[in-house]
C-alpha cells in the first residue's frame, strides 16, 4: 500500500469517527442534564480530528498556480 492510499483510508476512518461523535454530541445535549465536561471533550476531540482531516486533505491535494 503507497502513502496516498493509507492518507485516503486514514481520511475515511478519520471522517467516520467525526460523524459518529456528531451523533453521540447531539444525543448528549437531547437529555438534561448532561455532562458539561463530557461534552468539552467530546467537541475538543471533534475540532482535533477536523483538523487533522484538513490537514490530510491538503496533503493529497496539491497547490495547483494558476
Do not use: C, N, W, Y
Not at 9 to 38: G, N, S, Y
Not at 48 to 59: C, F, M, V, Y
Amino acid at each position: 500500500m503507497d502513502d496516498q492510499e493509507e492518507l485516503r483510508r486514514m481520511l475515511e476512518e478519520m471522517r467516520i469517527e467525526h460523524r459518529d461523535l456528531d451523533d453521540v454530541i447531539a444525543r448528549l445535549t437531547e437529555k438534561a442534564p448532561f455532562d458539561q465536561l463530557q461534552l468539552q471533550r467530546l467537541k475538543k476531540r471533534k475540532l482535533g480530528l477536523k483538523d487533522a482531516i484538513l490537514r490530510i486533505e491538503s496533503e493529497l491535494q496539491p497547490d495547483i498556480i494558476a
